[in-house]
């Protein structure tokens, strides 16, 4: 596969681009890293340094590798935190002129918003620009349990509610609906679940909670549903590969006492999947 990802990056640690590259190269897949900000590293330490792109420097790169007349053999767009609405905008004309090209390519969106305890913590404006301009626009999104609530509008505490909800966006729009970090009545309180939802039903995963949440895990997962579900063109089985490796991940980050993802040192289990959780099919 060939991916044009429109994400931020970092010079230190692992979020945006600089998360979601290497997996997917690692993978065996082209990507076109497009940086919407290059900063020191990322923003949970409270202090960075490095450029915010203006949305017109995001632009002229797109437009630059449409000079060398590239962006139709793009296979997908990967986008996630989209912190000015003109970036986004950008981002969705990238996404149009991409399919105008190749028909066949599908845009994944992470919409990053917000989440348990935290709230949102993007701009006001930019969750309702992603609900209901991006968020429809997308074949596959990636929200997690507090994004997936405010993306229909609701409050889900089971597993039944949280499927509903899945399907109030697929309603409108994407077709593929990948749900992490999951909490429900059903689940113990020393265990999470992924959920995915497509046409063709919907299943979960079950993996331990670690008492870790590294930033750019969700940029990883992402990246990794996007190329599981794209060569596989099977939910449960890009669900199975992907909750793998995510876990793979986060339990050597946790087991090295660092705040920062270990994709490096888990690059195997990226590669290939230790595939040791079972997939329970909902419906």
Same mark, same amino acid.
Not at 162 to 185: I, K, M, Y
Not at 191 to 217: F, K, Y
């Given at each position: 596969?060939?991916?044009?990802?429109?994400?931020?990056?970092?010079?230190?640690?692992?979020?945006?681009?600089?998360?979601?590259?290497?997996?997917?190269?690692?993978?065996?897949?082209?990507?076109?890293?497009?940086?919407?900000?290059?900063?020191?590293?990322?923003?949970?330490?409270?202090?960075?340094?490095?450029?915010?792109?203006?949305?017109?420097?995001?632009?002229?790169?797109?437009?630059?590798?449409?000079?060398?007349? @590239? +962006?139709?053999? =793009? %296979?997908? *767009?990967?986008?996630?935190?989209?912190? $000015?609405?003109? &970036?986004?905008?950008?981002?969705?004309?990238?996404?149009?002129?991409?399919?105008?090209?190749?028909?066949?390519?599908?845009?994944?969106?992470?919409?990053?918003?917000?989440?348990?305890?935290?709230?949102?913590?993007?701009?006001?404006?930019?969750?309702?620009?992603?609900?209901?301009?991006?968020?429809?626009?997308?074949?596959?999104?990636?929200?997690?349990?507090?994004?997936?609530?405010?993306?229909?509008?609701?409050?889900?505490?089971?597993?039944?509610? @949280? +499927?509903?909800? =899945? %399907?109030? *966006?697929?309603?409108?729009?994407?077709? $593929?609906?990948? &749900?992490?970090?999951?909490?429900?009545?059903?689940?113990?309180?020393?265990?999470?679940?992924?959920?995915?939802?497509?046409?063709?039903?919907?299943?979960?995963?079950?993996?331990?909670?670690?008492?870790?949440?590294?930033?750019?895990?969700?940029?990883?997962?992402?990246?990794?549903?996007?190329?599981?579900?794209?060569?596989?063109?099977?939910?449960?089985?890009?669900?199975?590969?992907?909750?793998?490796?995510?876990?793979?991940?986060?339990?050597?980050?946790?087991?090295?006492?660092?705040?920062?993802?270990?994709?490096?040192?888990?690059? $195997?289990?990226?590669?290939?999947?230790?595939?040791?959780?079972?997939?329970?099919?909902?419906?």
């Amino acid at each position: 596969m060939k991916i044009l990802s429109i994400q931020s990056s970092v010079a230190y640690g692992h979020v945006g681009n600089s998360a979601a590259v290497f997996p997917l190269q690692r993978l065996g897949h082209e990507v076109w890293p497009v940086l919407t900000v290059h900063f020191s590293n990322h923003t949970g330490y409270g202090a960075w340094r490095g450029p915010l792109l203006a949305p017109e420097d995001v632009r002229e790169v797109i437009a630059g590798i449409g000079d060398r007349g @590239v +962006l139709g053999e =793009a %296979d997908a *767009v990967l986008s996630g935190y989209q912190g $000015d609405p003109a &970036v986004g905008g950008i981002i969705l004309d990238a996404v149009a002129r991409v399919k105008e090209l190749n028909p066949d390519a599908v845009y994944c969106c992470d919409p990053v918003m917000g989440d348990v305890g935290r709230g949102m913590f993007v701009r006001p404006g930019i969750p309702e620009f992603m609900r209901d301009t991006v968020v429809p626009r997308a074949d596959i999104v990636t929200p997690n349990h507090f994004e997936l609530d405010f993306l229909a509008g609701r409050g889900t505490t089971s597993l039944a509610e @949280v +499927l509903e909800a =899945a %399907d109030q *966006v697929r309603d409108r729009g994407p077709r $593929d609906v990948l &749900v992490t970090s999951v909490v429900h009545g059903d689940v113990p309180a020393d265990r999470i679940d992924m959920v995915a939802v497509s046409a063709d039903g919907a299943w979960a995963v079950e993996t331990p909670l670690l008492p870790i949440t590294p930033n750019g895990g969700g940029d990883v997962t992402a990246a990794l549903y996007l190329a599981h579900l794209s060569t596989t063109g099977s939910a449960p089985t890009a669900l199975a590969r992907t909750a793998s490796s995510v876990f793979a991940v986060f339990e050597r980050t946790h087991r090295a006492g660092t705040r920062e993802l270990q994709l490096v040192a888990a690059q $195997d289990a990226i590669a290939e999947p230790p595939m040791g959780f079972e997939v329970r099919r909902l419906r």
